[in-house]
Structure formats: structure tokens, C-alpha cells
């Protein structure tokens, strides 16, 4: 069994940045591929970013692509994801997801969720 816990959600202004951490513990940390996935009301859960688990192959939508930065730290058991220029339509509850199999790329993926941390945007 995994446990995720996410970590540093937070209002911002637009234009501004957060990290936000996700801590992994019950599996080697370094056997999972990961990633984040957002929420936001009314709307499906969709995919936001990617790593793998051996060398640390990254993946981002296209809404994100140059603004987010995924990362992890094998050491620290934990995942990170960087968020710069944030933008009203980034606010979301912000989801850390892994798999023990696959690249995380959609929900059905996933075999571990973290329980979300509010991130919003202000315009």
C-alpha cells in the first residue's frame, strides 16, 4: 500500500508561482511512476504532469507545457510540482497520483491518490 500526502496548495494572484510537495511512504519511492492531476468543480479530473519512475521522464499537458516544472526526489521520498505564471483557470483541487505499472497519464492509470490540495488563482 501507498500513501500520498500533498502539501502547499495556497491562493495566489495571477502571474504568481507555488510548489506544491507530494510525501510518498508504505513502497519504495523510486519503484512508482507519478504524477499530478487537477479537478476543478464541475469539470473531470484531468492530467497535469508526469514522471517516470526509472530515469525521471517528464510529461505535461499542453495547458502547462513551459510553466510547470514536475520533479522528484528519491531520497526525500517526495514529488514536487512547480507552478509559475499561475493563471485563474489553473485553480483546481491539484492531485498527486502513482502506479506502480505505468506512467500516470490518465485517472483510469491510477492505482494511488493523494487527498488533493486547493490551489486558487485570484485574477
Known amino acids: 500500500q501507498v500513501q500520498l500526502v500533498e502539501s502547499g496548495g495556497g491562493l495566489v494572484q495571477a502571474g504568481g508561482s507555488l510548489r506544491l510537495s507530494c510525501a510518498a511512504s508504505g513502497r519504495t519511492f523510486s519503484s512508482l511512476s507519478m504524477g499530478w492531476f487537477r479537478q476543478a468543480p464541475g469539470k473531470e479530473r484531468e492530467f497535469v504532469a508526469a514522471?517516470?519512475?526509472?530515469?525521471?521522464?517528464?510529461s505535461y499537458s499542453d495547458s502547462v507545457k513551459g510553466r510547470f516544472t514536475i520533479s522528484k526526489d528519491n531520497a526525500k521520498n517526495t514529488m514536487y510540482l512547480q507552478m509559475n505564471s499561475l493563471r485563474p483557470e489553473d485553480t483546481a483541487v491539484y492531485y498527486c497520483?502513482?502506479?506502480?505499472?505505468?506512467?500516470?497519464?490518465?485517472?483510469?492509470?491510477?492505482?494511488?491518490w493523494g487527498q488533493g490540495t486547493q490551489v486558487t488563482v485570484s485574477s
Open positions: 497520483a502513482a502506479d506502480r505499472l505505468t506512467v500516470p497519464t490518465r485517472p483510469n492509470q491510477v492505482h494511488y
Open positions: 514522471i517516470s519512475r526509472s530515469i525521471g521522464v517528464t
